[in-house]
């Protein structure tokens, strides 16, 4: 799919894997669309990247914000790609040490946030591109979202965040054949331990020995690396209804 010139969306685009992937985008002349809650990260972004990128502030469960993100994508050029990385954490274990359940409400923000709003977006979305004219070989676009290896080796902790994103992986297939017909391709793809913002806040030590924990490269993944895989998956036509894992062969442990 030739990406020049097309305009995407990149949820959560103003930290970590989304900002890797705003930036590999408009390095093949996307113009994309950050959206993000983050007013003031999105804002300096789009202003350190110029003119192909923009900004849209708003939560992807929430269907006005993401019409709205899609609205200001239309605007710069044909619309074609929607990436999904918002997304949030939380660790709780099922029952624990003291016989407390988990909380129901925390399950519920974790799967409305990562879960609901990857599909909020990927239904808005997908019916704005299928109204599109079709490129060659009757394409309109794609979509790709982002899982995690948690959706397989979720580990102590990780019910309500495994369970978020086994959604995702199971979604994708059915996704990517309902939109076949209108020629849009649906991707996840489900990174390991990558150094984003989020890592960073914990000490070295602690970086160093996840990094050792990996198959091979002993090392955490790189947003630029996750970046590239997205508009990897954006340009090849033939990648199609996959999960594909960036983890450098990573297997969870349980703890
Ligand atoms: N970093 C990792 O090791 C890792 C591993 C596997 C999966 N992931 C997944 O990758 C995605 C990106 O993670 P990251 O490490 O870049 O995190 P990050 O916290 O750096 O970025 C996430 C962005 O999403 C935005 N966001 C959160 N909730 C939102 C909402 N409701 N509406 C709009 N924007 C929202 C945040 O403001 C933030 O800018 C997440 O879905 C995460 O679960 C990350």
């Not at 900004?55 to 710069?76: H, P, Y």
């Not at 974790?110 to 909020?120: D, H, K, M, P, S």
């Not at 009757?138 to 290896?149: H, K, L, P, W």
Request: aromatic residues 4%.
């Amino acid at each position: 799919m030739e990406l020049n010139n097309c305009s995407a969306i990149v949820t959560g685009g103003a930290s970590g894997l989304g900002e890797a992937t705003v930036r590999s985008l408009l390095s093949k002349g996307v113009h994309v669309t950050i959206f993000d809650l983050k007013q003031d990260q999105a804002e300096k972004l789009a202003a350190e990247l110029g003119d192909k990128a923009s900004f849209s502030v708003g939560d992807v469960t929430k269907e006005a914000d993401v019409l709205a993100a899609i609205e200001v994508a239309k605007t710069k050029a044909p619309f074609r790609i929607a990436i999904n990385c918002a997304g949030i954490g939380w660790a709780q274990r099922t029952v624990d040490k003291a016989g407390n359940p988990h909380s129901l409400d925390a399950f519920e923000t974790i799967i409305r946030v990562n879960l609901i709003g990857t599909f909020n977006v990927l239904r808005l979305a997908a019916s704005e591109i299928s109204k599109s004219e079709p490129m060659e070989n009757d394409e309109r676009g794609v979509i790709v979202n982002t899982a995690s290896v948690a959706a397989y080796d979720g580990q102590i902790g990780q019910i309500a965040y495994s369970a978020s994103k086994g959604g995702i992986v199971g979604l994708t297939l059915p996704a990517a054949r309902d939109l076949s017909a209108v020629g849009i391709r649906v991707l996840t793809i489900a990174p390991g331990i990558m150094d984003t913002p989020l890592l960073g806040l914990l000490p070295e030590p602690q970086r160093q020995a996840l990094g050792q924990g990996v198959l091979f490269p002993k090392r955490l993944g790189l947003p630029a690396e996750y970046g590239a895989l997205a508009a990897s998956i954006c340009e090849n036509s033939y990648l199609n209804a996959e999960t594909i894992r960036l983890d450098g062969g990573l297997r969870m442990p349980p703890k």
